[in-house]
């Protein structure tokens, strides 16, 4: 006579692996983290649309339309309230620094430059990039230092702003001067 078994059957050659399943799983959210990207290129486009329609009509359609009116600021029988806003910006352009700087020098304004000086070490000296930190007074080892001079742009334009105000005569094209203008809406109620 056959004697049971007090073992539990071993089942373990039919337990699913972890191939099928998680597989089916992964698949599925590559999938979807492929369409959540597409979904994000396409609201990143449609906002850049939407930001480069706003900018055109604050920065070029209203303001024309309110030199033509000549007006400032505009009040509508509707409540919609327009001002033009207008900003003096500056930027040196490229290869105009030397003869901006210099200006900025022959009438006593040369605190508004930054100078920046930079020095690169090489993935080898690490070391010596960290004692020369230390102690730069102590250094063994010729510098490949670079020293660049700056003025940041809010400060060049505050500064423009200012001079351009006190009535002084500035070199705009040496700035890279422009007047920014946009418009300012306000609707009635929704102050």
């Known amino acids: 006579m056959a004697t049971k078994s007090t073992l539990p ?3 373990s050659a039919y337990k699913a692996g972890p191939g ?3 597989l089916a799983q992964i ?5 979807r983290q492929k369409e959540a990207e597409a979904e994000v290129a396409r609201l990143e486009e449609e906002l850049k649309a939407a930001q480069n329609k706003l900018k055109h009509i ?3 359609v209203l303001p024309e339309l309110m030199d033509k009116a000549e007006m400032t600021v505009c009040e509508t029988a509707d409540g919609i309230r327009v001002k033009i806003r207008e900003k003096i910006r500056g930027s040196i352009p490229k290869g105009q620094e030397r003869p901006a700087f210099d200006w900025l020098e022959r009438h006593g304004h040369e605190k508004l430059i930054k100078r920046k000086v930079t020095i690169e070490f090489g993935r080898e000296d690490q070391a010596w990039a960290r004692k020369f930190a230390a102690d730069c007074a102590k250094r063994k080892k010729p510098l490949n230092a670079k020293t660049e001079e700056t003025i940041h742009p809010s400060t060049l334009s505050s500064f423009i702003t200012e001079r351009l ?4 005569d500035v070199p705009l094209a040496t700035f890279g001067v422009f007047r920014q203008r946009t418009t300012e809406i306000e609707v009635k109620g929704e102050r």
């Open 20 to 22: 099928d399943n998680l």
């Open 9 to 11: 059957p071993d089942y």
């Open 27 to 31: 698949t599925a959210e590559a999938l």
């Open 165 to 168: 105000n006190a009535g002084d």
């Open 58 to 60: 604050a920065e070029k």
